[in-house]
């Protein structure tokens, strides 16, 4: 018996109709970003391993917990997530020397070696923009409603937006030491991965979804206090301007996000149908991240969607083709004359396909329903020889006669 090979845990096959609603999703994606003066940058797959060890953290889950893929023998892994290699490419083609302001979008996959699960997975797919160049809140809130919009855009409802703000560098230090003190005493009563976090990263215990953690960390009084004078006074504008804009929040002072460059402003974009894993969608600010990785001081902020985690929210589309015209031929005699049919109306723009087995015509018309199309243009021998075509319209369940010099016509007036 022959092997039968399997796909690898954690990714997935897409085929139609996934494919073609992943298609609507990221053409959808891409006219905002370009309403919202976004321009498309495609990136590496590959990069080097350092990137994401000084960027996102040696103690984040990506680092610390050892999800990245590596090539054997080579400081380089697939991209775990998009920010440090747009900022990485941002400085390395010194873009900071032509222009004082970018906005960027990018769309493709991601990869995490991370235990497969509901919305999760070892190869998925982003949707992610980034802002260079401005540290103003007005531009935290156009960086929401961005993502906001595309979620909208493709139909999704039910997002719930967590907003958050982590201060400075500075801020997050002095919280990074209220929890260290104030933890150690519930240290027991900590799931194992944060027991371990409370000595390299005690701001990830806040946003851990056990249920003990989450419990301890309720009984904490963090809230904005925190926040030095400059850092409070960005957020609190930051909210002020949602509201402005009417864009319902849930300020979660908790909200961390796992990745040590945020600053500042972080989201998160929630939904219920998702289960304990529910973010669709993050952001927020790196305004350190640009000086880390080598470049000068430049402020910046962006978000990510996963696209799988869309799909989740969306509702299985119907299985049709996007076929306007079916070429049929009633025997295998005049089959010449029907394919040169079908490649002159491809010619002209009219999408059309035809058999390529030979079947009766009864089975071509249920090809044609199954394939969705609209029409069916019937070529018989009869028919050639007087001149004309038949039309059937698969809608309305009805066909007429056109002559074979008007039928383009027909399917382009």
């Known amino acids: 018996m022959k092997k039968s090979y399997q796909r690898l845990r954690g990714t997935l096959d897409f085929y139609p ?10 053409g959808k994606a891409r006219n905002l970003f370009n309403t ?107 960086v929401i409603k961005l993502a906001l919009s595309i979620l909208q855009e493709c139909g999704i409802k039910g997002i719930k937006l967590k907003v958050n703000s982590l201060g400075c560098q500075q801020d997050k230090a002095n919280l990074t030491n209220f929890l260290k003190k104030e933890l150690i005493s519930y240290r027991s009563k900590l799931c194992p991965l944060c027991q371990r976090r409370l000595t390299t990263n005690p701001l990830r215990v806040l946003d851990c979804k056990e249920e003990s953690c989450r ?19 960005h957020f609190n504008e930051v909210l002020s301007l949602l509201k402005e804009l009417e864009i319902d ?3 979660q002072p908790t909200l961390v996000r796992g990745l040590d460059y945020y600053t500042n ?56 083709s996007k076929v306007l015209v079916f070429v049929a031929y009633t025997s295998l005699n005049v089959y010449p004359q029907a394919y040169k049919l079908l490649n002159t109306l491809r010619k002209n723009k009219v999408s059309s396909d035809i058999s390529y087995k030979e079947k009766s015509l009864k089975s071509q018309l249920r090809s044609a329903e199954k394939a969705g199309a609209n029409f069916v243009i019937i070529v018989g021998d009869e028919e050639i020889k007087r001149g004309h075509l ?10 007429r006669t056109v002559e074979c010099s008007r039928i383009l016509d027909f399917f382009l007036s």
């Open 17 to 26: 109709p996934e494919s073609d609603l992943i298609q609507e999703i990221v």
């Open 36 to 142: 919202f003066g976004y321009q498309e940058v495609i990136l590496p797959i590959l990069e080097r391993e350092e990137i994401f060890t000084k960027s996102v953290g040696k103690t984040s889950d990506i680092v610390g917990e050892k999800q990245m893929f590596r090539v054997e023998g080579k400081d380089i892994v697939l991209r775990p997530e998009g920010t440090a290699g747009m900022v990485r490419s941002f400085i390395e083609n010194a873009l900071y020397t032509k222009k004082d302001f970018y906005k960027f979008f990018y769309i493709g996959p991601m990869f995490r070696g991370e235990r497969p699960q509901k919305g999760r997975l070892r190869q998925f797919h982003h949707i992610g923009c980034e802002a260079f160049g401005s540290n103003s809140p007005y531009l935290d809130v156009e």
């Open 215 to 233: 419990k301890v960390v309720s009984h904490l009084d963090i809230s904005d206090r925190f926040l030095c004078k400059e850092c409070l006074c």
């Open 249 to 251: 929040f849930l300020y």
């Open 265 to 320: 402003t972080v989201f998160e974009l929630v939904h219920k149908q998702l289960g304990s894993q529910d973010a669709c969608g993050a952001g927020g600010r790196y305004n350190d991240l640009v000086k880390n990785l080598g470049g000068p001081s430049i402020p910046a902020i962006g978000f990510a969607l996963g696209l799988e985690r869309m799909l989740l929210l969306l509702k299985k589309p119907d299985l049709t």
């Open 390 to 399: 038949i039309v059937r319209d698969m809608k309305k369940s009805c066909q």
